[in-house]
């Protein structure tokens, strides 16, 4: 079993300061290939993302003029919506040591979430020709990645307990036919506080990693 540094930030984190840690590690494994993978769990401040090549079209609103922060980046998959009480967990891996297969890699994460329902007595479910989780037709998370020489960025966002009006100023993932849902619809009183550890073990066990505490020399810029 391999090592990875565990980062987790206890406060919503803005959209782009995750993405400036997310890069800083990714440099990091660039640089140093055999060095350790590292993974981000937060949440994040409300906001909108797009992917690279998404279309504007599923936006419900003035891209010039947001109800929330509107970000396009470098992730594959079209629009999302990020708040509070959704838990996002960025792996920052060398996939070259987990397969070298960006679509097993996207089946393994939704395997983190599937894992991580079943204590509940759920049955997360995939759709073929689509990426994500679903709960009884309603979709608790999202996935979407990005990577540059096999190290990858972004990863899973799943819905805990966050109001879920924010997804109705959009199509989420582009995807009109199929709701949006959350774990507390299924879960009274489940918070993200209580599936942080329980997610980061589903995580642990799909890919065979001991997580760990960063070393003061592992810190990121602004940690």
């Not at 995750?18 to 993974?39: I, M």
């Not at 070259?96 to 049955?123: C, K, M, N, S, T």
């Not at 009884?136 to 899973?156: D, M, P, Y």
């Amino acid at each position: 079993m391999g090592d990875a540094i565990c980062f987790q930030a206890e406060r919503p984190v803005p959209f782009p300061v995750a993405w400036r840690w997310q890069r800083e590690l990714q440099r990091r494994l660039l640089a140093s290939p055999q060095g350790p993978d590292a993974v981000l769990l937060l949440e994040h401040e409300p906001c909108y993302t797009l992917g690279r090549g998404a279309d504007e079209g599923f936006l419900g609103f003035d891209p010039a003029d947001p109800p929330a922060p509107l970000y396009r980046i470098d992730r594959g998959g079209e629009v999302t919506f990020h708040a509070p009480g959704q838990l996002v967990l960025y792996p920052v891996l060398n996939l070259q040591r987990h397969g070298a297969d960006l679509h097993g890699y996207l089946r393994a994460l939704e395997g983190v979430v599937i894992d991580l329902l079943a204590p509940f007595g759920l049955r997360g479910e995939r759709i073929e020709g689509l990426t994500g989780v679903w709960v009884e037709g309603r979709k608790l998370a999202a996935i979407g990645v990005g990577g540059r020489r096999w190290i990858s960025q972004h990863g899973l966002a799943l819905n805990v307990d966050l109001p879920l009006e924010g997804f109705s100023r959009v199509v989420p993932c582009g995807i009109a036919d199929r709701p949006v849902g959350r774990l507390l619809d299924w879960c009274p009183g489940v918070t993200s506080a209580a599936l942080r550890q329980p997610l980061l073990e589903a995580f642990s066990r799909s890919f065979g990693l001991q997580l760990r505490a960063p070393k003061p020399q592992e810190a990121l810029q602004g940690w």
